[in-house]
């Protein structure tokens, strides 16, 4: 398919190839200012990691709302990462909830919701918001899964002989499954170093001028997972977002101090 291409086509050299921005220094500087204003510092990446929720982990049956400590659920934080599109932590938990009670979790839970009437689906995720496309993905990706591996199952993500790069090859071939969604499986669920681009990281890094006028966030992604240090990389996604969501001062037209744009000045 067209992604699939196009993630060959960007894993090794940028779709700005010419674009030399951002320096190792600037994202090692940008890093620790953020770290310096983000209430307890520089996020960790999670030797046992969260779900993309930060409500707890996944089990290895399947992610409940509640959570737990077990091994991260690979095919239900994909789905509860296409639930988190759009719409806010609060509604998407809600979401995420709802379905759990409607359906159960588990790979049951998964075979009833791959054989539902999609409707039963929509209405159990409507609160999320975008309900029709995300259960119609949500679907989708169930039976594809099912019909790859034999089972509702991606655990095998976990073994650690699976390169990044083959593991994001593996999610985004699924109908629905972009890179930004694929990023984020990979560091909230696999624990591995990934640079996801959502809209606050986005307009971020344009305002650092960490990315051409006229990038897309979707090139804007491939450029910057090769030139981010990979040991940063989940930790500034994470600052990143936290800054752009409470930062009033970065924002257009903007008021307020931000630690960011003051940089920017000097």
């Avoid at 049956?61 to 690979?74: M, R």
């Avoid at 998407?92 to 379905?99: F, Q, S, V």
Wanted: glycine share 8%; charged share 20%; hydrophobic share 35%.
């Amino acid at each position: 398919t067209k992604k699939l291409k196009l993630l060959e086509t960007h894993t090794m050299k940028s779709p700005y190839s010419s674009f030399i921005r951002p320096t190792n220094e600037e994202t090692r500087v940008v890093y620790a200012l953020l770290a310096e204003h983000t209430p307890g510092g520089a996020p960790a990446l999670q030797s046992v990691p969260k779900n993309i929720s930060d409500s707890g982990s996944s089990t290895s049956e399947s992610a409940s709302c509640t959570g737990s400590s077990a091994l991260p659920n690979v095919l239900d934080s994909v789905i509860g990462t296409i639930l988190s599109q759009s719409t806010s932590s609060q509604n998407y938990t809600r979401a995420k909830c709802c379905l759990d009670e409607t359906f159960g979790t588990g790979e049951s839970a998964f075979g009833r919701m791959a054989n539902a009437e999609v409707g039963e689906i929509v209405h159990a995720i409507k609160c999320g918001g975008l309900a029709n496309k995300k259960a119609n993905t949500i679907q989708t990706l169930l039976k594809s899964v099912k019909v790859k591996h034999g089972k509702y199952d991606l655990q095998h993500l976990h073994t650690n002989e699976i390169p990044n790069s083959e593991a994001m090859r593996e999610l985004v071939s699924y109908k629905g499954v972009g890179p930004k969604t694929a990023a984020c499986v990979l560091s909230f669920c696999l624990g591995r170093q990934a640079f996801a681009v959502d809209t606050h990281v986005f307009r971020l890094t344009r305002m650092l001028g960490w990315v051409p006028e006229g990038a897309n966030p979707v090139d804007a992604q491939a450029h910057l997972e090769l030139r981010i240090p990979s040991e940063l990389k989940y930790g500034l996604h994470v600052m990143m977002v936290k800054h752009g969501r409470t930062c009033r001062g970065c924002r257009y037209e903007g008021k307020g101090f931000c630690p960011l744009k003051a940089w920017l000045r000097e």
